[in-house]
């Protein structure tokens, strides 16, 4: 067994076994060498306690500001979503809205809140209704600080300090951060005392500096308590016990320099170190209680870095989540099918989330039951039919929200009894749905599944009934448009029903009037007859015209489905199959959205060329232009066939086998257009159509 000796035993033994030998020079060398190692460790320990307690408040503000500007980015991101659906809004209105007050006043910190204020310094939204429609320009006065953030803040993004005086009078540092709104003339901007970030770290910095006292206060004992040993026992001998002293001092010193070095290195930042310093005495447990600090250091120094990475990690998330909402958002303003946007939608939220599977059920207007619209699995397809109505359990999870009209949260579907369990959805683990609905009417459900427990967060639900809104709004905007379009269609038809009968059947009424008299008359005066008869013939041809112009002015059937590219496409395709001719079709220029009444009669314009090239052209090759530009839009026809050679224009434009180009040119001067025919016999027939888009159609 290994015997251990404190300081005072060691110096008794050397004292015994050496006697009356001279220690006062070496007793006097190791009190000094002693002082000065007490006076390194001292500094070093308060040292080190200063260092870690300034990183730990700076990286604390450095946090905070990065809180600070994401709150106002987010504020900022809400505000341009909120006008982007509400378009039109005056200013009054704007700052009169209860719900954008909402969404741009939010708190910052413990104190700070945001404010949203123009690009002229006055102020919309804030917590303090004294300086609403008020401009910071005036309010803010002193310091300067203030004024300048805010005035930079009218050309971009712009940030700083300034001192603040807090509620209790005291003068504190604020930092400001400010984001122009997109797309408007509106400022966000977020501020709070920015030591409200740093406050956890001054009790860290108590707790360092706590230790860090003890710790000099152990060392000034024990040398204390070396020196009066020294003193007392060797105070009539220490010219005698020189030697002595001098032999204890490095058994005494070593381990001391070795505190002193560790304390060095620790105070310079490495926290793993150990000290070594096994003397068995007061040293040693010097040593330790120096190691048991650095090790608390080490694990408060983690245990930060873990907070400040965790709530990185969230705020990234809900970046992430504001992007997928906008995205929908400007998707759902570009379409309007929903076998288009319910895939896209659910193959987003997916993909962006890296989700398991995400459902979208409707329900059914006819009947009531939910039709799965949309089903987006990680790595399957097909695993459940899309588009036929499903008979939902009531009281599962799809069908409990379908019926109440509220959301579901399950983080473990093991624990929900509500979770009916799907043979190919085997590795769901927990499931997210909300209901899709306008006001109080449920459209249907987003079901959102995940591989893993605990998968879903308030945060997750608030992102999924936003997305959930948002369909909501593209499903009954679809269903505007279908009933738009159908009005659109009842209109036409009535239109034409009218025309029919105030002019066609009025003219053949005259005509059968016409020729009955004729009839009469023949066996009296046959002049009489004939003029009846021309009557009738005159009467015919005003009929014939009106049909003619009644079915030109008729929509084409293809646009009221199709955009007018695409349509142009399935008449070539169909062409093409019907004649087995090679077509091609080609656009250049940048697209653009034409009137409705243009569109048509480009298509009938094109229609009609194809018509004449299969009856006449015995053409092998077809090629289809449509060409765009700033001003004009411009549809050529060209072919490969026999060609013919075009007549005058003052020809005889009345000949029947002509009143294909006839239509066509009156289409094009009806829309303000000009209309061109070249051709050759043996070279093929270009026919060219150019119809301004900047003016009026005639």
């Known amino acids: 067994m290994k015997l251990k000796f404190g300081v005072r035993s060691k110096i008794l033994i050397f004292f015994l076994a050496l006697s009356f030998i001279s220690l006062g020079v070496t007793s006097s060398v190791a009190f000094r060498t002693i002082y000065q190692i007490s006076s390194i460790v001292t500094k070093n320990s ?184 020294v003193t007392g026992v060797f105070g009539g001998m220490i010219l005698l016990a020189a030697a002595v002293i001098f032999l204890l001092s490095g058994a005494i010193t070593r381990p001391i320099l070795a505190l002193t070095k560790g304390a060095e290195v620790i105070a310079k930042g490495e926290l793993d170190y150990s000290i070594k310093a096994e003397t068995g005495d007061e040293i040693q447990q010097l040593a330790e209680q120096f190691n048991e600090m650095a090790k608390a250091l080490k694990e408060s120094y983690t245990d930060l870095e873990q907070k400040v990475e965790e709530r990185t990690k969230q705020e990234r998330q809900r970046a992430e989540q504001l992007r997928t909402v906008n995205e929908v958002g400007r998707k759902i303003s570009s379409v309007v099918k929903l076998d288009e946007l319910l895939p896209y939608v659910g193959n987003l939220l997916r993909e962006t989330f890296h989700y398991y ?21 990680s790595g399957q397809k097909g695993v459940i039919p899309v588009g036929v109505p499903l008979e939902v359990d009531e009281e599962s999870i799809v069908g409990w929200v379908a019926q109440a009209g509220e959301p579901i949260l399950a983080n473990d579907v093991v624990e929900d009894p509500r979770y009916r369990a799907v043979e190919a959805l085997r590795e769901t683990m927990s499931e997210l749905a909300v209901p899709v609905k306008i006001g109080n009417k449920v459209l ?146 940048e697209r653009c959205d034409l009137p409705p009444e243009l569109e048509a009669g480009l298509l009938r314009i094109c229609q009609e060329s194809l018509n004449n090239v299969k009856k006449h052209a015995k053409a092998t090759e077809v090629e289809v232009n449509l060409k765009f530009d700033e001003s004009a839009v411009e549809l050529s026809v060209s072919d490969d066939g026999v060609g013919f050679k075009p007549r005058a224009s003052g020809g005889s434009e009345k000949k029947r086998d002509t009143f294909g180009l006839i239509s066509m040119r009156e289409r094009a001067r009806g829309l303000g257009g000009t209309f061109e025919v070249q051709s050759r016999r043996g070279k093929g027939t270009l026919v060219r159509v150019v119809i301004p888009t900047s003016k009026e159609v005639s």
Request: aromatic share 6%; glycine share 6%; charged share 25%.
């Open 46 to 229: 308060a040292e080190m306690g200063d260092n870690v307690a300034r990183q730990s408040i700076a990286s604390l503000e450095d946090l905070g500001r990065r809180l600070i500007q994401r709150r106002a980015l987010n504020v900022a991101n809400e505000i341009e979503i909120f006008i982007r659906y509400h378009p039109g809004l005056s200013t009054s209105e704007i700052k009169g809205n209860k719900e954008l007050a909402n969404i741009a006043v939010q708190s910052v910190g413990q104190t700070g809140y945001t404010m949203v204020y123009d690009k002229t310094g006055t102020v919309y939204f804030s917590t303090d209704p004294n300086i609403v429609g008020v401009s910071l320009l005036k309010v803010g006065g002193e310091p300067v600080y203030f004024s300048s953030i805010v005035e930079r803040s009218f050309n971009g993004e712009a940030s700083g300090y300034y001192d603040w005086e807090d509620a209790k009078g005291e003068v504190r540092q604020k930092y400001m951060y400010c984001i122009p709104v997109e797309g408007t003339n509106l400022v966000v901007a977020a501020a709070t005392y920015i030591d409200e970030y740093s406050a956890p770290a001054e009790g860290l910095e108590a707790d360092i500096i706590d230790t860090v006292q003890k710790t000099i206060q152990s060392i000034n004992e024990e040398v204390d308590k070396a020196q009066w040993i």
């Open 357 to 377: 599977n995400v459902n979208i059920f409707l329900l059914e207007p006819s009947s009531g039951a939910l039709a799965l619209k949309a089903l987006c699995l």
């Open 444 to 589: 249907g459900v987003l079901d959102i599944e995940s591989t893993e427990v605990d998968a879903f967060n308030e945060a997750d639900l608030s992102t999924a009934q936003t997305l959930a809104d948002q369909l909501a709004v593209a499903i009954e905007n679809a269903r505007l448009y279908e009933e738009t379009r159908q009005i659109a269609v009842m209109e036409e038809r009535n239109r034409m029903a009218r025309e029919i009968h105030d002019t066609l059947a009025q003219g053949f009424s005259g005509i059968i009037l016409q020729l009955e008299a004729a009839e009469q008359a023949l066996s009296e005066d046959t002049s009489e007859a004939e003029r009846h008869l021309n009557q009738a013939r005159s009467l015919a041809r005003k009929s014939l015209a009106e049909a003619r112009r009644s079915v030109w002015n008729l929509r084409p059937q293809a646009l009221e489905q199709l955009p007018l590219v695409e349509a142009i496409k399935q008449e070539l395709d169909k062409f093409s199959q019907s004649v087995g001719v090679n077509a091609k079709f080609s656009i250049s220029g």
